[in-house]
């Protein structure tokens, strides 16, 4: 995959975030294909402390790095003294994908902490750089809101989605106060696709289900899944949305997702149909109030300002992505 609309070798790129899921795709593609580009991940990986809710407290693994040739900086981004190791660098682009990015995360303080306040440090960073900077948002900052999911209208239901509204806040204003800066924000939707294993329990619904179906179980789904609806996105299209905000007319928040729902079901059905498996579907009550049922992506600005294109339909990206649900099945994660 190849999105060649800026020529990013000798480039000095800083990834944050980069050894996790999203971020750590982003390195590779650049690696491959801008083998001139100068890489800089900053991630502060994982340690064993966990939050309230029993989940780590960063997902960031060295795995997802394993080939990569640039430069590591393991560190907090919540930690000025951290982010002064950066300063041996100047960045033409920064891609900010560093955060708590657990939405069941519901300590205020910690996740305002690491994404909001940081938030800032990145912003002067980016402007002291004359950087480029893509920040990752998320579909959180709309809440229960009926789909399509649009810019300009957003509830957020959790501390993780109000973080992220708050961040998409704070750079308009600073784009506002430094017009001449590119700063654009990517509402992701939900994504899924290899290196995002070690995201454990907070992975998509398509590794856990393929991997459920690959132990001969019935994948398990709440209660009335073919009415729960979600717009899912490859990671290669997310990949692509970063590529191309780089790019973007105008600064703004943007959505990344594929304009269309698909239910929970039709993942298991898909899923089977590619494992050829036919285990039925174990259900079970979702303990979740206030769940959201829909969401779809208005991905008009999206389009029209960036150039996005999404190309894989849920079939397609299941498809791409089984050879690694096979691969990392039985994986140990720790
Ligand atoms: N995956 C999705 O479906 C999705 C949807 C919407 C938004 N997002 C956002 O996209 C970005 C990337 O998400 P992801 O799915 O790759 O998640 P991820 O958890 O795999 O990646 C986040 C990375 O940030 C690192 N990190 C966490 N706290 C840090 C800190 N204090 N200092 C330095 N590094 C820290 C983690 O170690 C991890 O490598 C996040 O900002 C997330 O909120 C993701």
């Keep these: 995959m190849s999105f060649r609309n800026i020529n990013f070798n000798n480039k000095?790129?800083?990834?944050t975030g980069g050894a996790g899921f999203i971020g750590s795709n982003l390195v590779f593609y650049f690696q491959e294909n801008y083998p001139d580009s100068n890489i800089v991940?900053?991630?502060?990986?994982?340690?064993?402390?966990?939050?309230?809710?029993?989940n780590l407290k960063s997902y960031g693994h060295y795995q997802n790095l394993i080939g990569f040739c640039g430069d590591i900086i393991c560190g907090n981004i919540n930690k000025k003294s951290?982010?002064?190791?950066?300063?041996?660098?100047?960045?033409?682009?920064?891609?900010?994908?560093?955060?708590?990015?657990d939405t069941r995360v519901y300590d205020q303080e910690i996740i305002m902490k690491?994404?909001?306040?940081?938030?800032?440090?990145?912003?002067?960073r980016a402007k002291k750089d004359h950087a480029v900077l893509v920040y990752a948002s998320s579909a959180a900052t709309y809440g229960?809101?009926?789909?399509?999911?649009?810019?300009?209208?957003?509830?957020?239901?959790?501390?993780?989605?109000?973080?992220k509204f708050m961040m998409d806040k704070i750079a308009y204003r600073y784009s506002l106060n430094n017009p001449k800066m590119k700063i654009i924000g990517l509402r992701f939707f939900n994504v899924y696709g290899p290196r995002e294993l070690y995201k454990s329990s907070t992975s998509s619904m398509i590794i856990q289900l393929g991997h459920q179906i690959l132990d001969g179980k019935a994948p398990r789904l709440f209660d009335n899944s073919d009415q729960i609806y979600r717009d899912f996105i490859y990671i290669e299209d997310v990949i692509q949305s970063n590529v191309k905000a780089c790019s973007s007319s105008d600064n703004g928040t943007y959505n990344v997702g594929t304009g269309i729902s698909r239910s929970f079901q039709e993942i298991a059905d898909i899923l089977q149909k590619e494992l050829a498996t036919d285990l039925g579907t174990a259900y079970f009550t979702n303990p979740y109030g206030g769940y959201q049922m829909h969401t779809m992506a208005n991905i008009l600005s999206t389009i029209k300002n960036t150039g996005f294109q999404p190309k894989f339909t849920l079939e397609q990206g299941i498809k791409a992505y089984i050879p690694e649900i096979l691969k990392t099945h039985g994986k140990n994660i720790s």
């Design 12 to 15: 000095t790129i800083l990834i």
């Design 41 to 54: 991940v900053f991630d502060c990986f994982r340690s064993n402390e966990t939050f309230s809710n029993g």
């Design 82 to 101: 951290d982010l002064e190791l950066l300063n041996k660098y100047k960045f033409d682009y920064i891609f900010h994908h560093a955060a708590i990015s």
């Design 114 to 124: 690491t994404n909001v306040n940081s938030f800032y440090d990145i912003l002067d």
């Design 144 to 163: 229960d809101l009926p789909s399509p999911q649009t810019v300009g209208n957003e509830n957020p239901g959790n501390p993780y989605g109000y973080s």
